[in-house]
């Protein structure tokens, strides 16, 4: 492989700025020389997502879990523009977005996401809230208000999904609610958890019995109203009363449009093991969108985690460092780091980091682990150190 001619030339542009893009541009940054490095991204702020439970319950403040993309930018050589990339086209290199702009990349980087997936299921896109990004906490805690306000236990509360989210939701809800509402847990699966550690599990499942939590297993929802959910489970048809809904229950990629349109693989853009897409040497495709083709079909896939897009956000900047000095980029290799869990407030377990933990002091080291995690060092300590002070 030749070294590019003129690395000036042509942007690299990263479109999506959650783990993924933003790791593989802070990286990326130290890099010289090289192109110019764009982001586009239509929010103004980067979302720590597995902290969303502690800015709901309001233990943890906005500029910790939701910090502007400016400072954790600043200095690093990186222009931000706030728009949605509606196509690409890879046969001329460029991209095209929502504003009406149209750009010409060098090398691109796919880092899109996901979004919550409805299965199709009536009335869960007009009647379910969510608890997927910033802007669902406000309708989430104003619902929390409202029930808080009548008589305890006149009230019920649906989660839909008994994966991380569901299962974390639903115990910080419960803490949260103290008594003013009857929680539910509806899953399609025979267990909660199904993808998570055995201990993990175990200690959930003492949580959610604990707080009283009603789990419903095998079960599948049929339609959502505006105050009623039905579903069908081991107890047959049930018209369950709610009154606030949460849809947990699943995600899809969400892909931009591509000229010439891409063969999925498991609705996701396949990629190789340097994260390349297969077939376009200039495109990297990481995080939700992406799954590696893998001859060795015992493989285990990639997760779809925060700590995976990071560590693909990181390979993918060496991959690109690589193109530019015209080395072999190393295929990604991921390091499982473990499972952190939060149970409710100041509880947690975890699994990993050579220990296995359930309890307040786990609920810290979560804490603590993923604030020194947040984007920007300087800011991940500031962070942190609020916290400590304040514990």
Known sequence: ???????QERPIIVVGGGFAGLSTLLTLSRVHPRPPLVLIEPKAQFVFVPLLYELLSGEL?????APDYAPLIQGHGISHIRDIVTSVNVEDHSITTAGGDHLVYSQLVLATGAVPDDFGIPGVRDHALGFHSLRDLAPLQERLRQLRLRPSGTS?????GAGATGVE??????????????VHLVDQGDQILARSR?????????ALKRRGINVHLKTRVLSVKPDSVRWNGIEGDVEQAHDGLIW????????PDL??????????????????????????ALGDIATHARKDEGQTPWPLSAQAAIQQGQAAARTLEAHLKGGTPSPFIFQDLGEMLSLGISDAT?????????????FKIRRLAYLTRLPGLSLGLRSAGAWLVGS
């Open 350 to 362: 975890i699994t990993g980091m050579g220990m296995t933990l359930a309890g307040p002091l786990a």
């Open 1 to 7: 492989m030749q070294p590019v001619s003129n690395p």
């Open 248 to 255: 947990t229950a699943g995600s899809k990629p969400n892909i």
């Open 169 to 182: 939701l639903a115990c910080k809800l419960v803490d949260l609610l103290e008594g003013a509402a009857q």
């Open 259 to 284: 000229h010439p349109s891409a063969e999925l693989h498991q609705k996701r853009l396949p990629v190789d093991q340097t994260l390349r897409l297969q077939g376009q040497p200039d495109v990297l």
């Open 198 to 206: 055995a201990f993990n599990r175990e200690q959930a499942e003492r």
């Open 156 to 160: 019920s509360v649906v989660i839909v």
């Open 61 to 65: 403040q906005a500029w910790e879990v």
